[in-house]
């Protein structure tokens, strides 16, 4: 994901000849979030996520669900869980821990859980998150991304935070790997 580059000025002239100069345009503050999701795989903003803080449920589908190994990092510090699929998105083995990657076709499902965060939690369980998948918002070189998509659970489409395969590393995958048919991480046996 590249952030969307703020509005390009011509920051000090002034080309009416009268009063003084503009000052120099402000540094954008919002963001918008990517999502994958066409058919081409091009970014599309999701109209719920305008900046990164956004307070969103987590959709989470490897280490982080219940008896996985990451699973404490979230322990008191969630509301509830619900179990919710991602439409549109592969899953691929990694060393110890999945992949998800947008779908060209479309077609696939990973099967996960939406985790519902308290206000007074949310902004270190998405720091902690966030340093656990090695996102940092200014790497595009980033393993993971971190965007919304909409998952679906029993009572219809929620938007989520979710962390994807970042850019590269998405492309290898793509070209190079075989997706867990199932959806499903961990693989059984």
């Known amino acids: 994901m590249v952030p969307a580059a703020a509005p390009q000025h011509a920051a000090g002239r002034h080309t ?4 003084p100069a503009p000052p120099p345009p402000r ?4 963001r918008w979030i990517t999502v994958g999701g066409t058919s081409d795989n091009a970014p599309t903003p999701h109209p719920e996520a305008r900046v990164t803080e956004r307070h969103l449920p987590f959709f989470v589908y490897g280490t982080l669900r219940a008896g996985e190994r990451n699973h404490a990092l979230l322990a008191g510090r969630t509301a509830s869980w619900t179990p919710a699929t991602l439409p549109g998105t592969l899953l691929f083995e990694g060393p110890g821990y999945p992949f998800a990657v947008a779908d060209p076709a479309g ?22 998150l966030d340093r656990l998948e ?16 909409d998952v ?6 929620r938007a989520a935070w979710l962390y994807l395969a ?6 290898d995958l793509l070209d190079s790997a075989h997706p867990i048919p199932t959806g499903t ?3 059984p046996g």
């Open 27 to 30: 540094r954008a503050t919002q």
């Open 16 to 19: 009416c000849g009268a009063g």
């Open 166 to 171: 970042g850019p590269s590393l998405a492309a």
């Open 152 to 157: 679906h659970t029993a009572r219809g489409p």
């Open 107 to 128: 077609a696939a499902v990973v099967h996960g859980d939406v985790v519902d965060i308290p206000p007074e939690h949310f902004a270190r369980v998405l720091a902690d």
């Open 185 to 187: 991480w961990p693989l």
């Open 134 to 149: 090695s996102y940092a918002p200014d790497d595009p070189g980033s393993l993971y991304l971190r965007v919304v998509r």
